[in-house]
């Protein structure tokens, strides 16, 4: 699969680094909200050694609400222009808005990563079908503002593999080329410290999806709750999440720190041979 010039069947798994052009995510909220600061965030985590850059206008953590298609355009839009006037690294465009994701496909981004496996906005499969684009289809429980009110499963991977399996089809209905197609379980995403850390222990799972796997575990609230540290002192747990998570099949790690990921996959790559 190629996403712009990075083809992951040849270099996988690959490293995505996230700019959050937002006020209030749950890491880096605020950071990069000017978008001379993100468009500096990006091209740094391409120096760092990130395969794609993943730009976003609207918080998903829990609790959060939507913002506006204008107010996320405005956030987005001109970090993606300004990002491709000076790189030509692969952008994937955030966003659970098929007109956001117009836009950001006409200001040079490559991917389309919806966090609601286009439930949200249905016109969102038209799109990634008639660009031609890799569409990430990721799973969760309601909606950011709701989905960690108790989630509960019966069969946690049995449930997920047939959410993704569902929304693969609907893509493929809608005209999405298959070889298109990466699916994501949406860690922390209506799910219990001991639901994410059964996906991970059990990613391998969904291979049976045959599709490339997204993994996003980065600086998450579980590894807070398991290691008792707060946002900003989570790497060491990251890094042992996606020690598994590759391990198990993952395909593509979204991370907000680059540099240690990549000396970590790169460490990982030599033992594995």
Do not use: W
């Amino acid at each position: 699969m190629r996403i712009g010039r990075f083809n992951l069947d040849e270099r996988c798994p690959a490293i995505m680094g996230i700019v959050n052009a937002t006020p209030d995510s749950f890491s880096d909220g605020g950071r990069f909200l000017e978008p001379s600061r993100a468009i500096a965030r990006a091209l740094e985590l391409e120096s760092e050694g990130a395969d794609i850059v993943d730009i976003g206008g609207e918080s998903s953590r829990p609790g959060s609400e939507p913002v506006s298609v204008d107010e996320e355009l405005r956030r987005v839009i001109p970090v993606i222009e300004g990002v491709r006037r000076r790189s030509s690294v692969p952008i994937s465009i955030d966003t659970t808005k098929a007109r956001v994701a117009a836009r950001a496909l006409d200001a040079g981004a490559e991917m389309i990563n919806d966090i609601s496996a286009a439930r949200f906005d249905p016109r969102m499969l038209g799109l990634a079908a008639d660009r031609g684009v890799p569409i990430a289809l990721m799973h969760m429980k309601g909606t950011p503002r709701t989905m960690q009110e108790a989630p509960r499963y019966g069969d946690l991977m049995a449930e997920i593999g047939s959410f993704l399996a569902d929304a693969m089809a609907r893509a493929e209905g809608a005209g999405v080329a298959r070889d298109r197609l990466i699916v994501d379980p949406g860690i922390g995403f209506g799910k219990t410290v001991e639901h994410n850390l059964t996906i991970i222990a059990h990613l391998d799972e969904l291979s049976a999806l045959k599709a490339p796997i997204l993994i996003g575990t980065s600086r998450k609230a579980f590894i807070g709750k398991v290691l008792d540290l707060e946002v900003d002192e989570r790497l060491e747990g990251t890094l042992a999440t996606l020690a598994i998570a590759v391990d198990k099949g993952a395909s593509i790690l979204r991370v907000h720190d680059v540099s240690p990921a990549r000396r970590f996959l790169d460490m990982y790559e030599s033992l594995s041979g």
